[in-house]
């Protein structure tokens, strides 16, 4: 199978122009939806880069599928605008957009074979049945879902269904695909290879700008090139997965996005030439990155589990002290809680040389550039 | 699980079996035996015969049974298209006013058949529409008794379609009518197989509307019978009902064979 | 057929909303218009000239108030009837179940596909004076006369209409029984309790909605049954329907029949706006 097959299609046919789906960007302008007069978005203005994958997470009610579903036009925004490649497409219909989408629960047409469900978007859009062939063939085969192809829905598993439905997607070559928490009605394990699944996808396939909505944020953390974060209808933080991960802007985006320890310290120094400060928690001395925390501020310290370590080296140079509450084993990991000062903190580790009891004495360590400060009320 | 003694069943299934016996099966079996029988004085019938059935075929009875069959296939498709179509108006509407209409069209399957008979003859005698003596009237008779029945099947029908399905196919490029057509309708097929059933098994039996409009050239199956049984001759009336109830279970049949066969390509 | 969604702030003119017209015109012309025209015709006479006099002398008329009475009579009785043939075999059929009980449902779900008056037509030969339950009688008891007439009766209308009816309560009924929980019976039947404890206290609580939904419309489609009242054909017994038969096709008195059309109508107008309200209840 070449994947220069799958993008050249001027040897198939001369007046599938419309199809040639070229990676495009979304933007949302000030965007705001309503449902019976309560508010479900407030004003989002939010730019997903051509070729990217931006994943927008957040809990239920924070009005990200509200976003997604204004981007395929199913609800009417508010106010605002919705560009697609530059163009205002608010007020075309969905089927105008140049999409495509796929969502929790497949919505695989029962009544066609695997087939019909994977052309459909093509014979929508009136494509020849030559180019039609083609590309069915071609998505089936990216999915790994050739075989099947005479197939019923009824007869697949949820895996393969969704894959099915990836492949529908990708057949129309959509400007941007939408996903409304694709893997969230497959078994765990199945999610997991889905979820690797969809990462190879994507790297064979860059020019496709991808919109992923999830409540999942090890979905996000593994598929995203940048997420947003979103709570109770607006946007809390946003930027590169890795950035947003290390250096979370706020508090929720801190513990919504992986786990987070939280410590209230205090700034002691001003920023040093490599940009780290010194602060006090307790009886403790940290150094950490800082860069406009003035002397005297309050902030929280975020530093993740996986980063606390119970023996020393040179690395990590930060020393926090408290006292065992409790210690799970888990197989790979094992988990413990402890109490420092009024805060408990949770450490991930793998390799224990030696297992402490519970109320003993506690030292635990962390490089300086593992943690990073929260401005208490930087909560959008 | 009320009832675990094997003396306590069996009670309450002899029970059960001589009610539904009595009140159901009797009936039908008794008006079978006296389709074929020559006369009937006492407890058993006698003179088996296959004449009543061999007038059913000619005559006036046969032009009976066509017009029966007529009259439910027309009324029935306009029934389906009529209610289909009011039923995904209404369903992409919702709200206040969208309930409100709804109930308005399950109005006409409250209302008496005699009246709306009434109302078609007094309505249709005179301008500026004059279809008092055609068979329009009979076929508008009907439509209008069984029309509630079909929006009622269909409505209940597209209530179960996900709304995920039109989405997807909305923003893969299908224009509305795409979608219905190769979306919408063939997932509420079942329904719409039932609901012309339902239908045209209620405009085979329907009499009421149909006495008080119907030409001298249209007779249909119901009036047929009930003039053969006013006149005395019930052996030749059971024969035509078996007809009737025949033609019935044939085409119910039937369609759930079609149905059924649609149904098992997609679910299994 | 549109695709704007939930937002109320749309702008875009819909034109999903007149999707609609087609078959409301439809019904405007086929049902409501004729429907006008009766409810004119009751009070206006031949001449156009407004006639309430006619309209009251109807309405007090012998045979009008006759014919209500018997309506509504014949009406509640073949409704209790109905209820209680379907409750029992809904019990039945749920509860102490036998091979081929769903065959049974679906067979007596099938008799609602079938014309009413065949049940009348069929009594004819069961319970009329030539007719087997006479038939026996009078030869195992050597009478003389045939000693059983309730068919010439309301009696016969009830009875004819119980049969025809009932599935319109099994049905539900049926639905209401498959969602009772088996556990709650189970349980109850392992404290002690005796069938007919577990029948009130536990099923027929489930059974109610239900049944009330399945009873008013039965007591709907009673006082609007015809076929059956026309077979009878029996002097005493005319219900409304059959009076307006009498009065428009008979009589040729078309106000008249107007007159009682308009109180069919608005009776049945009111019991169907309680099933509504019962099936609402319900949960439908």
């Known amino acids: 199978m070449s994947l220069a097959a799958f993008v050249d299609e001027a040897a198939i046919a001369s007046g599938a122009a419309e199809l040639r789906g070229a990676a495009s960007t979304v933007a949302f302008d000030r965007v705001s939806v309503a449902y019976r007069g309560a508010v479900v978005l407030k004003p989002l203005t939010l730019e997903v880069a051509a070729g990217e994958i931006l994943a927008m997470i957040g809990p239920s009610g924070s009005g990200k599928t509200t976003a997604l579903r204004a981007v395929a036009g199913f609800v009417r925004p508010a106010s605002g605008r919705i560009r697609i490649g530059g163009a205002d497409v608010t007020d075309l219909p969905p089927y105008a957009r140049g999409l495509a989408m796929v969502v929790q629960n497949y919505a695989l047409f029962p009544h066609m074979r695997v087939f019909d469900n994977v052309a459909f978007g093509l014979h929508a859009r009136r494509a020849p049945k030559a180019l039609v062939e083609a590309r069915v063939a071609e998505a089936l085969s990216v999915v790994g879902m050739a075989p099947y192809v005479r197939r019923y829905p009824r007869e697949l598993s949820g895996g393969q269904q969704q894959r099915v439905a990836i492949a529908r997607a990708l057949a129309v070559r959509p400007k941007v695909l939408l996903l409304d928490e694709p893997l969230s009605a497959l078994d765990a394990q199945i999610r997991r290879s889905m979820v690797e699944e969809i990462a190879r996808l994507h790297g064979e396939l860059p020019d496709l700008t991808v919109l992923y909505v999830t409540h999942d944020q090890s979905e996000a953390l593994t598929l995203a090139d940048r997420i947003a974060i979103l709570k109770d209808g607006a946007l809390s933080a946003v930027g590169r997965t890795g950035d947003l991960y290390r250096r979370p802007p706020n508090r929720f985006s801190a513990e919504f996005l992986g786990r987070a320890n939280l410590l209230s310290v205090v700034v002691e120094s001003d920023a040093d030439a490599s940009g780290f400060v010194a602060v006090r928690a307790g009886d403790e001395r940290l150094v950490v990155p800082g860069a406009d925390d003035r002397v005297g501020a309050t902030r929280l310290l975020c530093v993740r589990p996986q980063n606390l370590t119970l023996a020393p080296d040179g690395a990590h140079s930060n020393r926090l002290v408290g006292t065992l509450r409790e210690i799970h084993w888990q197989g790979e990991l094992t988990h413990l809680v402890a109490q420092v000062g009024d805060a408990l903190l949770r450490v991930v580790a793998t390799r224990l040389p030696t297992i402490p009891a519970r109320g003993e004495r506690l030292e635990m360590f962390f490089a300086p550039a593992d943690a990073s400060l929260i401005a208490e009320d930087a909560d959008v | ?268 | 057929m549109s695709d704007a969604a939930a937002s109320p702030h749309g702008a875009r003119v819909d034109l999903g909303a007149l999707w609609i017209a087609p078959p409301l015109i439809a019904l405007a012309v086929l049902f409501l218009y004729p429907l006008t025209l009766i409810a004119h015709a009751a009070v206006y006479d031949s001449g156009d000239a407004l006639n309430l006099a006619a309209a009251w002398a109807t309405l007090g008329s012998r045979a009008f108030v006759n014919a209500l009475v018997n309506t509504a009579e014949i009406a509640l009785a073949s409704t209790a009837g109905s209820l209680a043939l379907g409750l029992a075999l809904a019990l039945i059929i749920a509860f102490v179940p036998f091979p081929g009980a769903t065959f049974v449902a679906r067979l007596i779900d099938t008799f609602i596909a079938l014309p009413t008056f065949l049940a009348t037509l069929a009594f004819t030969f069961l319970y009329g004076s030539a007719g087997v339950l006479n038939g026996a009688l009078m030869q195992s008891l050597h009478l003389a006369d045939p000693p059983v007439h309730f068919l010439y009766s309301a009696w016969g209308v009830i009875l004819a209409e119980v049969t025809v009816y009932s599935p319109f309560v099994l049905r539900p009924l049926l639905a209401a029984f498959s969602l009772v929980d088996r556990g709650q019976i189970e349980a109850a039947s392992l404290l002690g309790a005796r069938p007919w404890r577990i029948v009130r206290q536990v099923i027929l609580p489930a059974a109610l909605p239900a049944a009330i939904a399945g009873g008013s419309l039965c007591l709907l489609l009673t006082v609007n049954e015809f076929g059956i009242v026309l077979f009878i054909g029996a002097k005493g017994v005319i219900t409304l329907p059959l009076l307006i038969y009498d009065k428009a096709i008979q009589e040729s008195d078309y106000q008249a029949a107007c007159v009682i059309a308009m109180v069919n109508v608005a009776l049945s107008l009111g019991l169907f706006g309680l099933y509504r309200l019962a099936a609402r209840r319900l949960g439908a």
């Open chain 2, 1 to 268: 699980m009320l009832v675990w003694s094997r003396s306590g069943k069996l009670a309450v299934w002899s029970f059960a079996a001589l009610l539904v016996g009595i009140v159901f099966l009797a009936p039908l079996a008794v008006i079978l035996a006296a389709s074929f029988a020559g006369q009937w004085n006492g407890v058993l019938p006698s003179g088996f015969t296959f004449e009543h059935y061999r007038q059913a075929g000619d005559g006036a009875s046969g032009e009976a049974v066509f017009a029966s069959l007529a009259t439910g296939v027309v009324a029935s498709l306009l029934a389906l298209i009529s209610g289909a179509w009011a039923a995904l108006a209404l369903r992409s509407q919702g709200g206040g006013a969208a309930r409100t209409l709804g109930v308005l069209f399950f109005v006409p399957s409250a209302v008496p058949s005699v009246s709306v008979g009434l109302s078609l003859l007094v309505a249709f005698s005179q301008k500026p529409l004059l279809l008092n003596g055609t068979t329009a009237i009979v076929f508008i008779a009907h439509f209008v008794l069984i029309s509630a029945f079909s929006f009622g099947n269909v409505s209940a029908g597209l209530a179960r379609v996900s709304p995920d399905f039109e989405e997807v196919a909305s923003c893969l490029g299908a224009t509305p009518f795409y979608r219905l057509r190769r979306v919408t309708l063939p997932l509420v097929a079942p329904y719409l197989f039932a609901a012309f059933g339902l239908s045209f098994a209620l405009s085979m039996g329907e009499l009421g509307a149909t006495v008080m409009v119907y030409p001298p050239g249209w007779v249909t199956l119901p009036v047929a019978i009930f003039g053969l049984t006013d006149r005395g001759d019930i052996f030749s009336g059971a024969a035509l009902t078996i007809v009737l109830v025949a033609v019935t279970l044939a085409l119910l049949l039937a369609l759930e064979r079609i149905s059924s066969v649609q149904t098992q390509a997609r679910n299994g």
